[in-house]
């Protein structure tokens, strides 16, 4: 009997090993029969974050590392960033009857919105490494992000108009002074306010501190014409503004 269950128990881990020795994200095919290259494996699990079919994801795909680092190095990323900024503009002169009151707000998002944080991703494996809080706090209280350019632009069409530019951000409050010196030195300035999780906003999730943050400034008058974020937590939860518009950010996700 002993030896009939090792036995069994040796052929079930060949078996099992040889499964996964197998198996190859370049010999796989769609369920219709389709070829997988990495590459359109890899395009495609892109393209599912942004649309949010892929959601809670921890790391990138280790397969995908090398092409997620590419993409945000890439001109398509400065293209994908630039369009997402475009389409703003085209809502604002089209769609947004600005009273000038001093209560037309637009609210962004700090990190991958008006700040980049590829330089510290390049450095830890472009998403592929599980996120370290207190390593990207360290490298924020630095304040060496660079500014996105195409964003910085439309947040200095929307100041000319008038318009109330709140920063609301899950970064911590403990991160305050480096980040307005950062966003200052980057060419930023002029915003109505800055705000950061407090130590009560740190019991909920992100997308309920963003939400209660809405509600709070709707509730104070202020008519906030659009969002600008890199995460869907920016935009959901009531209550709903007018317009969102994502950008790009294939490197992690936050809830």
Same mark, same amino acid.
């Given at each position: 009997?002993?030896?009939?269950?090792?036995?069994?128990?040796?052929?079930?881990?060949?078996?099992?090993?040889?499964?996964?020795?197998?198996?190859?994200?370049?010999?796989?095919?769609?369920?219709?029969?389709?070829?997988?290259?990495?590459?359109?494996?890899?395009?495609?699990?892109?393209?599912?974050?942004?649309?949010?079919?892929?959601?809670?994801? *921890? /790391?990138?795909?280790?397969?995908? &590392?090398? $092409?997620? !680092?590419?993409?945000?190095?890439?001109?398509?990323?400065?293209? @994908?960033?630039?369009?997402?900024?475009?389409?703003?503009?085209?809502?604002?002169?089209?769609?947004?009857?600005?009273?000038?009151?001093?209560?037309?707000?637009?609210?962004?998002?700090?990190?991958?919105?008006?700040?980049?944080?590829?330089?510290?991703?390049?450095?830890?494996?472009?998403?592929?490494?599980?996120?370290?809080?207190?390593?990207?706090?360290?490298?924020?209280?630095?304040?060496?992000?660079?500014?996105?350019?195409?964003?910085?632009?439309?947040?200095?069409?929307?100041?000319?108009?008038?318009?109330?530019?709140?920063?609301?951000?899950?970064?911590?409050?403990?991160?305050?002074?480096? *980040? /307005?010196?950062?966003?200052?030195? &980057?060419? $930023?300035? !002029?915003?109505?306010?800055?705000?950061?999780?407090?130590?009560? @906003?740190?019991?909920?999730?992100?997308?309920?501190?963003?939400?209660?943050?809405?509600?709070?400034?709707?509730?104070?008058?202020?008519?906030?014409?659009?969002?600008?974020?890199?995460?869907?937590?920016?935009?959901?939860?009531?209550?709903?503004?007018?317009?969102?518009?994502?950008?790009?950010?294939?490197?992690?996700?936050?809830?």
């Amino acid at each position: 009997m002993g030896t009939l269950l090792g036995f069994l128990l040796c052929f079930s881990s060949f078996f099992i090993s040889a499964t996964f020795a197998d198996w190859n994200i370049l010999n796989q095919r769609t369920k219709s029969g389709l070829k997988i290259s990495l590459k359109s494996y890899c395009e495609s699990w892109r393209i599912n974050v942004e649309l949010h079919n892929i959601q809670d994801f *921890t /790391i990138v795909p280790e397969e995908c &590392v090398s $092409y997620i !680092g590419k993409y945000v190095a890439s001109s398509q990323y400065q293209v @994908d960033s630039e369009r997402t900024i475009e389409e703003c503009r085209l809502y604002l002169s089209t769609s947004c009857l600005l009273k000038k009151d001093g209560r037309d707000a637009w609210l962004f998002d700090i990190d991958d919105t008006l700040l980049s944080t590829v330089p510290y991703f390049k450095k830890h494996h472009f998403g592929g490494e599980k996120l370290n809080l207190t390593s990207l706090e360290r490298w924020m209280s630095q304040g060496k992000a660079p500014a996105l350019e195409h964003s910085l632009k439309f947040f200095d069409e929307l100041k000319s108009k008038g318009v109330q530019i709140f920063l609301v951000s899950s970064r911590r409050e403990h991160l305050r002074s480096a *980040t /307005i010196d950062n966003l200052i030195d &980057v060419g $930023y300035h !002029g915003w109505t306010r800055l705000i950061l999780r407090g130590r009560d @906003d740190e019991l909920n999730e992100v997308q309920q501190y963003k939400a209660n943050v809405r509600k709070q400034l709707i509730s104070n008058g202020y008519r906030i014409w659009g969002i600008v974020g890199d995460q869907y937590s920016s935009f959901e939860g009531l209550p709903s503004v007018r317009r969102s518009f994502k950008l790009p950010n294939p490197l992690y996700y936050v809830s």
